[in-house]
């Protein structure tokens, strides 16, 4: 079974509108693959009980990006009554992510490893937060964020009940009815054959697909124009009100 090490703890307090929200930064360390995870952790502050449980997030980066770059999907999160778990997939030492098609093949090691981490979060957290779903998680990504979050479903498909993506464009969505799935996609790079769903595929999944005119890959996270911004919230916010 893997275990965790606990390296460093530092508990924080952001202020989210009028309330102090305590914060925890810190890595784990997954013993099994001698692997130092960062994450921020933050839970909500709604009445969560064993009996009656929250939702859990996990929020993925895209490549080269922080993994605290999605506040604004995180603070909408937050607003659900989710706990959200901001997770560094990538680390100093890891290979680089692969330029060359097929990517299917190509970058599946980088997917697989990100998975990996997500089953290993899961199996520590869940004991700390007994309060917290995790066995029907949401799953957050931007781009190779978002990649990993697509493969987590079709290999655990059972454990997942939605999966967000930010212009993500090599791993398949999701095809099931039981996963309800948000993509925003960017207007200045398309989509590898098959990711997206077909008209036809439309009707039989609970999939939006959004396209964000005038948007640019590298621009949907916080730093990016605040019209795009602020229209990724509304999304998010419009989405998580439906399922």
């Not at 013993?31 to 839970?43: A, D, L, M, N």
């Not at 909500?44 to 999605?70: L, N």
């Not at 979050?149 to 655990?156: F, H, P, V």
């Not at 396209?211 to 795009?228: E, I, Q």
């Amino acid at each position: 079974m893997l275990t965790l090490r606990k390296i460093t703890l530092l508990l924080a307090f952001t202020l989210f509108g009028q309330r102090a929200i305590a914060t925890e930064t810190e890595i784990l360390f997954d013993s099994q693959r001698s692997r130092h995870i960062p994450v921020t952790i933050t839970p909500t502050d709604s009445k969560c009980t064993a009996q009656k449980k929250c939702p859990v997030v996990f929020i993925g980066a895209g490549y080269g990006m922080a993994h605290t770059d999605y506040q604004f999907a995180q603070q909408v999160f937050h607003q659900h009554g989710y706990l959200t778990v901001e997770v560094a997939h990538e680390l100093n030492g890891d290979p680089s992510l692969n330029p060359e098609p097929p990517y299917m093949t190509t970058r599946m090691e980088n997917w697989h490893r990100g998975v990996e981490t997500l089953v290993f979060l899961v199996n520590e957290l869940k004991g700390r937060y007994p309060a917290y779903d995790f066995n029907q998680l949401t799953l957050f990504g931007h781009s190779n964020g978002g990649d990993i979050a697509a493969l987590y479903a079709a290999i655990y498909p059972a454990k997942v009940s939605k999966v967000i993506t930010l212009d993500h464009r090599r791993m398949l969505i999701p095809r099931n009815k039981n996963i309800a799935v948000l993509t925003l996609r960017g207007s200045d790079y398309p989509a590898d054959d098959n990711v997206l769903l077909t008209q036809q595929e439309l009707a039989l999944y609970p999939v939006t697909q959004v396209t964000m005119a005038g948007s640019r890959h590298n621009d949907m996270y916080d730093g990016g124009p605040k019209v795009l911004v602020e229209r990724m919230r509304k999304e998010l916010d419009a989405f998580l009100s439906r399922y």
